[in-house]
């Protein structure tokens, strides 16, 4: 069982002992929350707290390590999967730009990164992996932490849907509307590669998903299957294998056949399509749609919050038109009865990062 404490890890470690960091000191001290510090020590402690990181809700992970010492922070989502992990990156003289810091937290798998821009005076940059940034070269330590805390305990808070294999992979049928589909979405991943080549492109386009309508498969026990884009895969070339069939109904789990696990937006998805029965078609981008309606709060990828949210922005849907929202923080979601209502979208970029007011 987790306990409630912020882990947070922080000064050099080095073979000698270390040292603490000053700025890491006067951040702990305006934490007001239950947290454990530690800041510099050996390597060996270091290893000892990689060690038990799986038993905080929240881990800080934030020591300054020597070049040639291996990095640690690539495994600590593998022995903490549910904890809210947050990583830092000293960006003297603004040498990252907010797109490679964004490769940097998804690479580790974090949530989110304390960015430390030259100083003193030192100015902090929050920022998570859609480029949303909850403070933006602050210099006032004590609002630095106060959003830290805040992000970080909404971030636990949120409803997450796992997912399971339950058989072998589904192909997905033949269907002339569903070739139209699939290239609508290739093009327009085509179209956000060459715009922004950022650190992982295929996430500006993040993810497709289409309901199955052509009489279900008798050898499954539900009537009919939602097939989604598989996780991580480059849109550009997406195909019929690109997508993972997953149960259509309300179980507990994502159930999904194949070896490939469907999009992390899954489970939004598939309650958006029990919602809005007459929906076939989902496109879903890290871009806004010109015009669209606002949902009103920044849920990350993922977080079944994100329902309500759309349910609440979008109102009446239209006769022969898709319905369009914009996900605040996070991009946008087209749903569709017909494949060709999703072509020539106004999509506009995303401020980055996008300051948080």
């Known amino acids: 069982m987790k306990n409630h404490l912020i882990l947070f890890v922080c000064g050099h470690f080095d073979e000698y002992g270390g040292r603490p960091s000053g700025y890491m000191a006067r951040l702990a001290a305006e934490i007001r929350a239950p947290i454990e510090v530690h800041n510099g020590g050996s390597l060996e402690d270091l290893q000892r707290l990689i060690d038990t990181v799986g038993r905080y809700r929240a881990i800080w992970w934030m ?172 849109k550009r070339q997406i195909a019929a294998d690109g997508f993972v069939a997953i149960r259509a109904e309300n179980t507990p789990l994502i159930e999904y056949f194949g070896e490939a696990k469907p999009s992390v937006d899954a489970p939004i998805q598939r309650e958006l399509f029990r919602i809005y029965p007459q929906a076939r078609f989902m496109l879903h981008s890290h871009t806004y749609i010109d015009g669209a309606p606002f949902t009103s709060h920044r849920v990350p990828c993922g977080a079944l919050e994100e329902v309500s949210q759309i349910v609440g922005a979008v109102g009446e849907w239209a006769a022969g038109r898709p319905l369009l929202v914009n996900l605040r923080g996070h991009g946008c979601l087209a749903i569709a009865r017909a494949a060709h209502q999703l072509q020539d979208l106004p999509f506009i970029g995303r401020p980055l990062p996008e300051v948080v007011a």
Do not use: W
């Open 63 to 234: 020591p300054d390590i020597d070049n040639s010492v291996p990095k640690f922070a690539g495994s600590l989502k593998e022995k903490a999967p549910t904890s809210v992990l947050v990583i830092s990156k000293n960006n003297r003289d603004g040498k990252y730009a907010p797109i490679d810091l964004v490769g940097r937290m998804l690479k580790a798998h974090a949530h989110l990164m304390l960015a430390i821009q030259s100083g003193p005076p030192f100015g902090a940059t929050i920022l998570d992996p859609l480029g949303n940034a909850f403070v933006d070269d602050e210099q006032d330590i004590a609002k630095v932490a106060q959003a830290l805390v805040a992000r970080t305990e909404e971030l636990g808070r949120f409803t997450r849907v796992g997912s399971t294999q339950v058989g072998p992979n589904v192909p997905i049928p033949t269907d002339p509307e569903v070739d139209v589909f699939v290239g609508i979405v290739r093009g327009y991943a085509e179209t956000f590669h060459n715009l922004v080549h950022a650190a992982n492109p295929s996430r500006f386009l993040g993810n497709a998903s289409y309901r199955c309508t052509r009489g279900g498969f008798p050898a499954f026990r539900t009537d009919d299957l939602l097939f989604m884009s598989r996780r991580n895969i480059d």
